[in-house]
């Protein structure tokens, strides 16, 4: 028996990365699965493979019409929308603060926040309607504190992170939970630059390898999880909450990193 058997999910950026792992996470516990991305052919190829369970929906996040037919789409398949999980993101504008234009502003703001605020809109409705449903956001540790991502995208990720705690008060009384992941460093085509050769992701999972106390990279597979108990029935007095999934990130700093000083002394009051 699936943890999530019988529910219908609406997933964002599923057709790589995080998003892909999710799809594939949710399926195997029973869920079906609206695949919401603008990568068509990587879309369809995910939804073929997974034999009738998922079905793929060109999803613009920015698009208001675009997430109402990602919602509406599970809705006609699967008879109800139970869990949407507002995924889809980009890096975004990247630079000093003084030269980033309005026009890089505007797209990483759709993308991130607005595509989160669009998703909670469309699916809270249906949710509240059945007094049930799991919405799910993929926030960031750059949303947490400064230092951890580019301008734009840390400020769009901590608006996810507060919107979150917002919505759920309002959804509560209703039985529908809203929570958001905060993933650290987790190796996906998108931290690679976009590229998902094999060589790429190697590079970008060793790089982060030394980043946090557990030593290795973040996995898609890990956000998955995270996903996973945050729709299903196991979570069902969790909500308003940010999940870090970040191997010690920002627990503080490495221990072999730490001052000798603070160290000696640690190991003497132990």
Request: proline content about 4%; aromatic content about 4%; hydrophobic content about 45%.
């Amino acid at each position: 028996m699936g943890r999530l058997d019988g529910k219908a999910a609406v997933i964002t950026g599923g057709a790589s990365g995080m998003g892909e792992a999710t799809v594939r996470r949710f399926v195997e516990e029973g869920a079906r699965v609206v695949i919401a991305d603008v990568q068509d052919a990587k879309g369809h190829t995910i939804a073929d493979t997974l034999a009738g369970a998922a079905v793929y929906q060109h999803t613009d996040v920015a698009d208001d019409a675009d997430v109402r037919a990602a919602v509406r789409r599970a809705i006609d398949e699967f008879g109800a929308i139970d869990i949407m999980f507002n995924n889809a993101g980009i890096g975004g504008a990247v630079g000093p603060i003084d030269e980033i234009t309005v026009e890089e502003y505007d797209r990483t703001m759709n993308v991130l926040l607005r595509g989160v605020f669009l998703g909670m809109k469309h699916a809270a409705g249906p949710m509240r309607a059945r007094r049930s449903g799991s919405i799910i956001s993929t926030a960031s540790v750059a949303g947490l504190g400064g230092g951890r991502g580019p301008h734009i995208y840390s400020a769009a990720k901590a608006a996810i992170i507060n919107l979150t705690r917002s919505v759920s008060i309002e959804l509560a009384e209703r039985l529908v939970r809203v929570n958001c992941i905060c993933p650290g460093g987790i190796a996906t085509p998108l931290l690679a630059g976009g590229l998902g050769a094999p060589e790429a992701l190697d590079f970008v999972r060793t790089a982060l390898a030394g980043l946090q106390p557990i030593p290795r990279s973040g996995m898609p597979d890990d956000i998955a999880s995270a996903a996973l108990w945050l729709a299903s029935d196991e979570a069902s007095f969790i909500t308003g909450h940010a999940l870090v999934v970040d191997g010690g990130l920002t627990a503080g700093t490495k221990w072999d990193q730490q001052p000798e000083t603070l160290r000696v002394h640690r190991e003497m009051t132990w």
